[in-house]
């Protein structure tokens, strides 16, 4: 767990609860406003980043659709 950054880790938690509350997955707005951050870039850098540590794996459907995320590893 020492290889993902406190941030990571708050959106990690933040997909997976997310998920379990409403059976989707959040989208980027969703996500950079449940963790209180105006940049949909730095969301994405991070969820490519957690996608590299092995945790998720993600990718987007279509235009304007959200992205379908697979949690992989868990805290």
């Known amino acids: 767990m020492d290889d993902i950054t406190k941030r990571e880790k708050e959106l990690l938690l933040f997909i997976i609860k997310f998920k379990q509350v409403n059976g989707y997955t959040p989208t ?3 996500m950079s406003k449940g963790l209180c951050m105006g940049s949909r870039s730095t969301i994405i850098s ?3 980043h957690l996608e590299e540590k092995g945790y998720i794996e993600f990718k987007k459907r279509k235009e304007r659709q ?3 995320i697979k949690v992989c590893k868990f805290l």
């Open 66 to 68: 959200p992205y379908i």
């Open 28 to 30: 980027v707005r969703e």
């Open 46 to 48: 991070m969820l490519n």
